[in-house]
């Protein structure tokens, strides 16, 4: 079973390795390619809107406070990219993760958020890039609950309140964990119960609840369907 969330600074290397890779697909792919889970954007467009988030983090990570997200990248985008993920590395291991910080996810507003966030950001646009990375099924298994435990509770923020007619225990095949969310306005996770289930391996089940394109994970009883179909994440 997956501690989670995992101490802030156990982030760093993870995230040192996804940025590094993810730089490596901006280098050997082609910037027109297409991203399919990402509207018309194309390899260019999902790399100016990463790296942007890189300084963007950096930025509310080094005042506490939000910070506008208006940054324009260069013309050499992986160079440029590579730059943004070494500023976003510097800024959080300088940081204090028990600091305060806004954020905007359902958890204590400290700038461990970000260390954690920036992972699973990172981790999931690899995938949009097309990056044949393998993620530490650990790791995948923190997204999925970064999503039911830090998003799920600020779901009204972006969209309408997932309507569930029960439980559903979603469960990671490789790793063994467990989240059961409860119906509720929003729905929130809670104590084991009898209800529909979702099982897939770590990475499916975070993929899925970023509504990305994969295998279909194993899934019994209604409430199952309802709460795969819902936009959870912003």
Do not use: N
């Amino acid at each position: 079973m997956t501690t989670m969330p995992l101490p802030a600074r156990d982030y760093l290397p993870v995230l040192r390795e996804l940025t590094g890779a993810f730089a490596d697909a901006l280098r050997t792919g082609d910037p027109a390619a297409k991203v399919p889970d990402c509207g018309d954007w194309t390899l260019a467009d999902l790399g100016a809107h990463l790296g942007s988030i890189h300084r963007w983090v950096a930025a509310v990570v080094r005042t506490g406070e939000p910070q506008p997200d208006d940054f324009e990248a260069g013309a050499d985008l992986p160079s440029w990219y590579a730059e943004s993920a070494r500023l976003l590395l510097d800024t959080l291991e300088a940081a204090e993760p028990g600091d305060r910080c806004w954020h905007f996810g359902g958890t204590e507003k400290t700038k461990a958020f970000w260390f954690r966030r920036q992972v699973h950001e990172t981790a999931v646009h690899l995938f949009d890039a097309g990056s044949a990375h393998v993620l530490d099924p650990a790791i995948a298994a923190d997204g999925v609950d970064e999503v039911l435990g830090a998003m799920l509770p600020r779901v009204t923020r972006w969209h309408p309140v997932p309507v569930l007619p029960g439980p559903v225990s979603l469960r990671a095949t490789d790793t063994g964990d467990v989240w059961t969310v409860h119906p509720g306005e929003p729905p929130a996770l809670g104590p084991a119960a009898d209800g529909a289930t979702v099982e897939a391996p770590a990475r499916d089940l975070l993929l899925r609840l970023w509504k990305r394109t994969g295998p279909a994970p194993r899934t019994t009883g209604d409430a199952a369907a309802a709460l795969l179909a819902a936009p959870l994440t912003p």
